[in-house]
């Protein structure tokens, strides 16, 4: 099987080139890329791989812009730090969404996934044609009662709940978390951030970096200073530092 790898951080490629090469010793890693750039000129000049390993996050933006530039059949199984990603990815070729960092339990579920699914792929053109859907706009809004309520806090003993709508950020602290809500508190959480981020609704959540995730509508400012980009949130004095590869969606979701 031919595998291509598309992936910013070298030593994830390689540790993800390992770990698809104990699942599957006769594979065939074409090649492991940095950016949306050089995937492109890939493409232009080598056949669809087999199967696409692909970070969504590259050293010169989201990969989603090869798949809006390039026609890409093969079948992707997404490699990510970020959650949020998720339903953009399923709305391609995707066939899983690995979240970072990758254990080899979990690339050998996908592999064995893609595998069962290989056989059945299907021509654009086969595509059976469903009706169109309406969209009854006198409907009221359905709810979604997926998202946790509330996070219960340790503190000395004392077990205390933590209203998920009070929220405003949340930050990766050792192994787990610590929450702030809107009166500045600081709540200590044993579970990791990543959890926590599963549990929260990403309609009103966003990632600003690896290390904390924010309330948008808890948003006063976002402040530029040289080259690095600094949140303020509402009612906090400290600010919190945006990665610049999360910059420009951060942007975006303001402007909603």
């Keep these: ?72 059949t093969s079948p992707i199984i997404f490699c990510t730090a970020y959650s949020q990603y998720a339903l953009k990815a399923f709305s391609v ?76 950020a949340a930050l990766s602290y050792m192994k787990g978390t610590q929450l702030i809500d809107n009166a500045g508190k600081e709540w200590q959480l044993d579970e990791p951030l990543i959890d926590v981020e599963r549990d929260l609704d990403d309609t009103q959540f966003f990632r600003i970096s690896r290390q904390c995730l924010v309330r948008l509508q808890a948003v006063e400012c976002l402040k530029r200073s040289d080259s690095s980009y600094q949140l303020k949130l509402k009612g906090l004095t400290d600010t919190f530092a945006v990665s610049r590869g999360h910059v420009s969606d951060l942007k975006h979701q303001l402007k909603q």
């Design 93 to 168: 070729n995707s066939i899983d969404y690995l979240l970072k960092p990758i254990v080899s339990a979990e690339l050998e579920r996908a592999l064995e996934k893609y595998q069962r699914y290989a056989g059945y792929r299907m021509e654009r053109s086969q595509w059976p044609q469903f009706p169109p859907t309406t969209i009854d706009e006198t409907e009221t809004p359905v709810t979604n009662d997926l998202w946790r309520k509330q996070f219960l806090v340790a503190v000395a003993g004392v077990f205390t709940p933590v209203a998920s709508n009070t929220i405003i």
């Design 1 to 72: 099987m031919k595998i291509l790898i598309i992936e910013d951080e070298l030593r994830a490629a390689n540790r993800l080139e390992r770990y698809i090469m104990q699942a599957m010793p006769g594979a065939d890693i074409l090649a492991k890329i940095p950016s949306i750039r050089e995937a492109l000129k890939w493409f232009d000049q080598h056949p669809a791989p087999d199967l696409i390993f692909l970070d969504v996050q590259l050293e010169d933006g989201e990969s989603f812009e090869i798949l809006e530039q390039c026609e890409i």
